[in-house]
């Protein structure tokens, strides 16, 4: 089904980055991403997902080329309205970023606190997000005291507690077992059908065919591969529909 460009929510336009005086590590990327939506995000390490995801999650600058979000240039946008556009944003690091001072809950609150959420009303949500996880017992636990696993699926639940609009994860499933990982693939799924754009970065080709829905952008070496790094079905070979194309 064709989408229109007003659809979009997501569009990167001959966008390249640069680290200081350094070549391109990034080089190229015109693709667009659209609402309601689930992609992954391949590639050898070192190919340049992360670098890709940081410009998605607002982290980093193109050094040129043009970036739109929710129909604002991410790029030009005044510093003091970032912070609103950020908070549309769920993003699951690879090094977890959990604050050290605060527990479990603490860490999973945060998002709805910020929001202006009330504490009577986020102690549910918390909790059963965190039984979801697997981690309610594990709720007054500060982050040194968690294994990497239960970090990863602190951050996990931290990113999606809001049901942001879009969903950025790089390597949510490298420090759970294969039980978990699907279970969190589950979750964001069920994330994915309530609307948020979920953006998954996997070294982990296994992971692509259990989620049949999703679109797979793959990146070499800085640059999308396929015809205009078009986007693919995991099991298909031929490109996704016109207007679902990167």
Do not use: C
Request: avoid cysteine.
């Amino acid at each position: 089904m064709t989408q229109s460009a007003d659809a979009e929510i997501v569009h990167f336009d001959n966008v390249g980055l640069r680290y200081g005086a350094g070549r391109e590590v990034l080089s190229d990327l015109s693709f667009t991403l659209y609402p309601g939506n689930f992609y992954f995000l391949t590639g050898a390490s070192g190919a340049g997902k992360t670098s890709l995801l940081k410009l998605l999650y607002l982290a980093q600058r193109p050094s040129r080329g043009m970036i739109r979000m929710f129909g604002a240039d991410a790029i030009t946008l005044p510093r003091d309205r970032l912070p609103a556009l950020r908070r549309r944003l769920g993003v699951v690091f690879q090094d977890f970023r959990l604050v050290p001072h605060l527990s479990a809950f603490d860490n999973v609150a945060l998002p709805l606190r910020v929001a202006g959420i009330a504490e009577r009303d986020l102690r549910k949500p918390v909790a059963d997000m965190l039984e979801w996880v697997g981690l309610a017992d594990r709720m007054p636990a500060r982050p040194a005291t968690l294994s990497g696993g239960e970090q990863q699926r602190v951050a996990i639940a931290r990113a999606v507690i809001a049901r942001p609009d879009i969903l950025v994860a790089d390597e949510p499933t490298g420090n759970v077992d294969p039980g978990m990982a699907v279970k969190l693939l589950r979750l964001f799924q069920a994330l994915n059908r309530l609307g948020t754009t979920v953006v998954v970065a996997t070294h982990d080709v296994h992971l692509l065919r259990k989620v049949p829905e999703s679109l797979i952008m793959r990146i070499d070496k800085g640059r999308l591969s396929g015809p205009a790094g078009a986007l693919r079905y995991p099991s298909r070979q031929t490109p996704a529909p016109t207007g679902r194309e990167a």
